[in-house]
């Protein structure tokens, strides 16, 4: 089931991310130096990015045991900063949104790690460089949104 901020087990239980994947996120934050409408504000450690209410623009593949973060989307929220390597770590991420932000410097190498990721969107930033070679290896990415770059 996929669920943002609804993953309760029978019983009471609640299911939550593996710590390796909010890890993962914080330092995606951390390397957002301007957030003007706030966006990541409920991104912080005392709290799991599966477990109600979630993490703005975080989605998370839910079954009987654990939760898995499988979509990011923070596109049009006028962020700042660069994407973290630590994206590489969220390996059951089918979606990655960040369009239409600020981002600079270059895509990670890490991100050759995604290797369940269906649609990426860089569009619309500041980044440069080269992509990562790996990332064409990739076999399951449908849609790459990467045009109004450096």
């Not at 993962?24 to 409920?42: H, Q, Y």
């Not at 973290?84 to 190498?109: F, I, Q, Y």
């Amino acid at each position: 089931e996929y669920v943002q901020g609804q993953n309760l087990l029978a019983g009471g239980g609640k299911r939550e991310s593996p710590e390796s994947e909010k890890v993962a996120l914080l330092a995606m934050r951390s390397a957002i130096n301007n957030d003007p409408f706030g966006v990541l504000g409920s991104w912080h450690e005392e709290t799991n990015p599966c477990t109600p209410p979630g993490w703005t623009g975080v989605t998370c593949f839910c079954d009987d045991f654990t939760c898995n973060v499988v979509k990011i989307d923070l596109g049009s929220a006028q962020l700042e900063g660069s994407i973290a390597p630590e994206v590489g770590d969220l390996t059951d991420l089918h979606t990655l949104w960040v369009n239409a932000n600020g981002l600079t410097g270059s895509v990670p190498e890490t991100i050759s790690k995604l290797t369940k990721l269906e649609s990426l969107a860089l569009r619309g930033n500041l980044l440069s460089g080269l992509l990562p070679e790996g990332l064409f290896a990739l076999k399951a990415p449908k849609t790459l949104h990467l045009q109004k770059n450096r």
